[in-house]
T-cell receptor, first 112, second 115 residues
Framework: QKEVEQNSGPLSVPEGAIASLNCTYS??????FFWYRQYSGKSPELIMF????GDKEDGRFTAQLNKASQYVSLLIRDSQPSDSATYLCAVNGEGGSYIPTFGRGTSLIVHP | ETGVTQTPRHLVMGMTNKKSLKCEQHLGHNAMYWYKQSAKKPLELMFV???????ENNSVPSRFSPECPNSSHLFLHLHTLQPEDSALYLCASSQESPGAGNTIYFGEGSWLTVV
């Protein structure tokens, strides 16, 4: 049973701070890792994906992957109130198991 | 506009009704999914179709019946639902590929209320 774990939060950060969201996974053979953002009442939208160990930056967002420790994180720099949402981590398996497993999501609140 | 279109966006139905949710993807993908998301709960995978064949059925009650007539269209037929089936139903699509990849893209969802 593949598992993807996220702290449900809420994580509360002040505007302008760095928000750090973490995700751990159980399937050591996982190959693809995704972060989705879901506003209340809306569907999830893809923010970033990462395949290789290390950091991947896209604007204010940085995804960090450590396969040895089986965790992936998302950093949001200069957090804005508009970043307040639930962030979902998703992980694909190995060997053609393309159906991703989603975490429960972390609720982020950025307060002015 | 996500490339995955769901209709209707909102549906209220009685427990004895029969209705259908429709999903269409314009991304050229070969896999389509139905997810259920209830309030305060994580995403629940219901069905997966790959190349129009059902490859996953996560112990979903038979009152939910999926149909995938082609790689661009996916339906979820609903009959004799229960109030606890009220939720956001999300359709998604992806391009199945071995190894790394397979990014899932979601539609905007269909809010279902069973009365």
């Amino acid at each position: 049973q593949k598992e993807v774990e996220q702290n449900s939060g809420p994580l509360s950060v002040p505007e302008g701070a760095i928000a750090s969201l973490n995700c751990t996974y159980s399937d050591r053979g996982s190959q693809s890792f995704f972060w989705y953002r879901q506003y209340s009442g809306k569907s999830p939208e893809l923010i970033m994906f990462i395949y290789s160990n290390g950091d991947k930056e896209d604007g204010r967002f940085t995804a960090q992957l450590n396969k040895a420790s089986q965790y992936v994180s998302l950093l949001i720099r200069d957090s804005q109130p508009s970043d307040s949402a639930t962030y979902l981590c998703a992980v694909n398996g190995e060997g053609g198991s393309y159906i991703p497993t989603f975490g429960r999501g972390t609720s982020l609140i950025v307060h002015p | 506009e996500t490339g995955v279109t769901q209709t209707p966006r909102h549906l209220v139905m009685g427990m004895t009704n029969k209705k259908s949710l429709k999903c269409e993807q314009h991304l050229g993908h070969n896999a389509m999914y139905w997810y259920k998301q209830s309030a305060k709960k994580p995403l629940e995978l219901m069905f997966v179709y790959s190349l129009e064949e059902r490859v996953e059925n996560n112990s979903v009650p038979s009152r939910f019946s999926p149909e995938c007539p082609n790689s661009s269209h996916l339906f979820l037929h609903l009959h004799t639902l229960q109030p606890e089936d009220s939720a956001l139903y999300l359709c998604a699509s992806s391009q199945e590929s071995p190894g790394a990849g397979n990014t899932i893209y979601f539609g905007e969802g269909s809010w279902l209320t069973v009365v």
